[in-house]
C-alpha cells in the first residue's frame, strides 16, 4: 500500500540547497523519488517513510551515486512518486550522509578510505569549545552513537531542561532499544554546521513510548568540534586578473580563507575544456584587497573546477614564495578584518 505522503510533494525545483531539500523530506516523511538534473548527467533518490533508500546516476549505484549527486551545482530537481523502490539497500541516516559528503568535497574528492572512517569513529580529535561558538536549538538534526551497541542512528531535538536533560526523538528502531535495555548507557551525540562537526558526550537517562517516543539524556557537560576545512572561508567579492593560457582574464574572487580562495574565472568559447586542463595548474592571480591601496600578486594552484556557461570557479591553495611575506600579510590582514562581519561559506 502506497504511503499518503507520496503525493504531498510534486513539481520541478531549481536554486534550492539539496542538503535542506532531503530533510525537508525526511521531516515530512515522505515516499517519493528525486530527480535531480544537471547538464550531463541525472540522479534519483528514492525515499519511503522519510528514509533515504536507495540512488542512482548514470554510472554509480546506492551510496556512491548519494555523494556524487550532493556534489553537482546548478542543479534542477524534480519530485514524483516513488513507486518500486522501497528496499533499503543505503542504511545510512541522511546526517550521515550529509556530513560525510561535507568531508568530501572540502577535501576535493581526495580521501582515502582511512579518512573516509573518521566521521563515524568514537575517538575523533575534538577541541574543547566555547558557549558562544554554538548553541543546542529546537529541531536540530543529530546523529546518536550507541556507544555499548556500536550503533549510530539519527534523531532530533525537540526539548531542553537546561542543566538537566535534552529531550530527542526516538531513532528507529525505538522497539529493539528497549528490549535491550540500554538505559544508563554512554552515548555520543553529533550535529554538522557550516563545515564543523559539534559533538558532546551524554547518557541515557530514560525512554518513554506514551504520548509519543522520546528518549532522555544528560545535559552535555561541554560540547566539543572537529573542523572539515584546515581554514574558515568567508565570502567576498573581489575583482582579480588571472592569467591563462598566455593571457589575463578577468574574475572575481567569490570567497577567501587562510589557506586559498575560490575565484570564477572567463573562460572563451575557443577553450577546450577549461575545468579539466586547469586542474592541478598554478596559475598567477593580482588583485586590490579592499583598504588596500597597492596591488597584490600572488600563486595559485588549482584543487577543484567548476564549468560554467561562461566562466570556470576555480578552488586555489595559495603558494607562497619565500619572498612573498608581504602579500601573505597583506591576505591574512584582509581575512582578520572580515572575519567578525563576514558569513562563514
Request: hydrophobic share 35%.
Amino acid at each position: 500500500m502506497e504511503s499518503e505522503n507520496s503525493s504531498k510533494i510534486s513539481g520541478r525545483i531549481a536554486g534550492v540547497n539539496i542538503s535542506s531539500f532531503l530533510q525537508m523530506i525526511e521531516m515530512e516523511q515522505q515516499t517519493c523519488t528525486v530527480n535531480v538534473f544537471i547538464k550531463k548527467n541525472m540522479g534519483q533518490i528514492f525515499f519511503h517513510n522519510g528514509v533515504i533508500v536507495d540512488a542512482s546516476t548514470r554510472n554509480l549505484k546506492q551510496v556512491d551515486a548519494l555523494y556524487d549527486i550532493l556534489s553537482w551545482k546548478n542543479f534542477i530537481l524534480e519530485v514524483e512518486e516513488n513507486r518500486d523502490r522501497k528496499h533499503n539497500v543505503v542504511n545510512l541516516p541522511l546526517m550521515h550522509i550529509i556530513m560525510e559528503s561535507a568531508r568530501r568535497e572540502d577535501e576535493n574528492g581526495q580521501a582515502d578510505a582511512d579518512q573516509a572512517e573518521t566521521l563515524t569513529a568514537k575517538n575523533i580529535p575534538l577541541k574543547t569549545m566555547s558557549s558562544k561558538e554554538f548553541c543546542l536549538e529546537i529541531g536540530i538534526k543529530l546523529l546518536v552513537d550507541f556507544e555499548d551497541l556500536d550503533l549510530c542512528l539519527r534523531s532530533t531535538l525537540v526539548g531542553i531542561e537546561h542543566g538537566k536533560y535534552l529531550l530527542l526523538k526516538a531513532p528507529v528502531p525505538f522497539e529493539s532499544l528497549e528490549r535491550d535495555g540500554i538505559q544508563g548507557g554512554e552515548l555520543i551525540i553529533k550535529s554538522l554546521y557550516k563545515g564543523t562537526i559539534y559533538a558532546f558526550r551524554s547518557r541515557l537517562m530514560a525512554l518513554i513510548s506514551e504520548p509519543s517516543r522520546l528518549m532522555f539524556i544528560q545535559y552535555p557537560e561541554r560540547i566539543e568540534h572537529h573542523e572539515l576545512r584546515a581554514h574558515k572561508r568567508f565570502r567576498c567579492s573581489i575583482v582579480a586578473q588571472a592569467r591563462v593560457d598566455e593571457s589575463e582574464r578577468g574574475g572575481v574572487i567569490e570567497n577567501i580563507s587562510m589557506g586559498g580562495c575560490r575565484c570564477a574565472i572567463e573562460s572563451f568559447s575557443s577553450d577546450q575544456e577549461p575545468a579539466r586542463t586547469l586542474l592541478q595548474e598554478t596559475i598567477p592571480f593580482r588583485c586590490r584587497f579592499p583598504g588596500t591601496q597597492k596591488e597584490v600578486r600572488f600563486m595559485g594552484q588549482v584543487k577543484n573546477t567548476q564549468q560554467k556557461t561562461d566562466e570556470v570557479a576555480v578552488g586555489v591553495e595559495f603558494m607562497y614564495r619565500e619572498d612573498s611575506d608581504e602579500t601573505r600579510a597583506v591576505i591574512d590582514d584582509y581575512i582578520r578584518l572580515i572575519e567578525y562581519s563576514s558569513e562563514n561559506v
